[in-house]
């Protein structure tokens, strides 16, 4: 560890740092069910967290980076942890992609007005979330893929299958966030692997393997 980062290691430790910045975030988190946090000025956040500009940019480099970190800061450790699991050979996949997707739908319950906002227009914390959600997926997508039995993908096929993902889980979130969360997560997620691809829902053989039918198509394992 290098000097610098020891010190900033420290400063992130401080009980008056976590302080602030729990004071940021929860300020920021009120400004942001409002209006998107492109809009949010510095002096606006600084104003309602009760702390200067000087010491905001201590912290971020702009409300709607320090929303995109916050928001991914609470879904990385189960969201990783969950991808992690998914490169055990022989492990029931279908639970683990519902596992994610509980976690990700009750991140978004507890800060409903948050991505009723974020979702009605792109945004730069958007954007950071969809990248997040993109590692997740091609970690997971991957170590799926490595069971199959017939392990030539293309690249087309890697690509559709990461952003079938992403795309799919923002749009069981804006439908979800869309009928007012009048259903449970466990009927949201049913409900959203009724139109999942068949290589999602394929289960490993005795061998820990998944078995994909070979198709012609340019796109698809062969």
Request: glycine letters at 2%; zero cysteines.
């Amino acid at each position: 560890m290098s000097e610098a980062q020891g010190r900033r290691r420290v400063t992130e430790e401080d009980p008056r740092y976590l302080r602030v910045r729990a004071s940021l975030v929860s300020a920021l988190f009120e400004l942001a069910a409002e209006v998107p946090a492109d809009e949010i000025s510095v002096s606006q956040l600084a104003s309602a967290a009760g702390v200067s500009r000087t010491t905001f940019y201590s912290h971020s480099s702009s409300p709607a980076q320090l929303l995109a970190d916050t928001l991914v800061d609470r879904l990385a450790p189960r969201l990783d942890a969950l991808a992690d699991e998914m490169t055990v050979p022989s492990v029931e996949y279908v639970e683990l992609w519902r596992k994610a997707y509980t976690v990700l739908l009750e991140h978004v319950r507890e800060h409903r007005a948050v991505y009723e906002t974020l979702l009605a227009t792109s945004s730069f914390a958007l954007s950071s979330l969809v990248r997040y959600l993109e590692s997740v997926a091609t970690r997971s997508v991957d170590a799926v893929v490595a069971q199959f039995t017939e392990p030539h993908v293309t690249p087309l096929w890697r690509t559709m299958a990461v952003q079938q993902q992403v795309r799919g889980s923002i749009a069981m979130i804006k439908a979800w966030l869309d009928t007012d969360l009048a259903d449970p997560p466990e009927v949201v997620i049913d409900t959203y692997l009724t139109l999942a691809p068949p290589w999602q829902l394929a289960r490993p053989d005795e061998t820990g393997h998944i078995a994909m039918r070979r198709v012609r198509s340019a796109g698809h394992v062969r």
